[in-house]
Structures are given as structure tokens and as C-alpha cells.
């Protein structure tokens, strides 16, 4: 069982920074693969990228595009997506989740997130 809590949404003007954070309330990360989602009103819940146990990552290239970079913090039980260069087609709901394999369909997680707003002005 592992709850996850979302935060570090807000609203950024074009071009700034932003990063959200996805903390273990319960449970942990460990042996899982942490998964970042967003979705926009109208539209499929969207792959960014995901972090193994291990390390490895992997990024959705066509959305992100090197602009995002996720990253861990085992002290604070804590996943974090960094966010730059941000875009007005980057304003969604950001989703954090937790799985036992690594893959870009939102099927492949089991725990998820409640979910953050990013809202970018142009």
C-alpha cells in the first residue's frame, strides 16, 4: 500500500520554473517505478516520464522535450518533477504514481496521486 501526496502546483508565466513534489505519505518507493502524468481538460492522460528504483529514467520526448527532469530524495521519501522552460501547452493536472513496472500507459501504475494544477500564462 502506498499513498501518495502531490504538491508544488501553481501558476507560472511562460518561460519560468516550476517543480512538484510526490511524497510517500504511506509507504515507500522503494522496488517501485514513479511515474509523472498530466492531463489537459479534453484530452488523454499524457506519459512525461518515469524513475525506477535503480535510477534509470525515461522521458516523454515529444511532450517534454528536455525540459523536465525527475529526481528522488530517499530521506524524504519524496519524488520530484523539475520543470523549465514552461509553456503555455504545458498547463495541466500533473499526476505522480507508483507501479511495479516501467511503462508509459497509466495502466502499468497502481497508486496515483491526487493530482496538481499547473497553470501557465503566456
Known amino acids: 500500500q502506498v499513498q501518495l501526496v502531490e504538491s508544488g502546483g501553481g501558476l507560472v508565466q511562460a518561460g519560468g520554473s516550476l517543480r512538484l513534489s510526490c511524497v510517500a505519505s504511506?509507504?515507500?518507493?522503494?522496488?517501485?517505478?514513479t511515474g509523472w502524468f498530466r492531463q489537459a481538460p479534453g484530452k488523454e492522460r499524457e506519459f512525461v516520464g518515469a524513475l525506477t528504483w535503480s535510477g534509470y529514467s525515461t522521458y516523454n520526448a515529444d511532450s517534454v522535450k528536455g525540459r523536465f527532469t525527475i529526481s528522488r530524495d530517499n530521506a524524504k521519501n519524496s519524488v520530484y518533477l523539475q520543470m523549465t522552460s514552461l509553456r503555455a501547452e504545458d498547463t495541466a493536472v500533473y499526476y505522480c504514481?507508483?507501479?511495479?513496472?516501467?511503462?508509459?500507459?497509466?495502466?502499468?501504475?497502481?497508486?496515483w496521486g491526487q493530482g496538481t494544477q499547473v497553470t501557465v500564462s503566456s
Open positions: 504511506e509507504g515507500t518507493f522503494r522496488n517501485y517505478v
Open positions: 504514481a507508483a507501479g511495479r513496472t516501467l511503462g508509459s500507459a497509466p495502466m502499468a501504475y497502481s497508486y
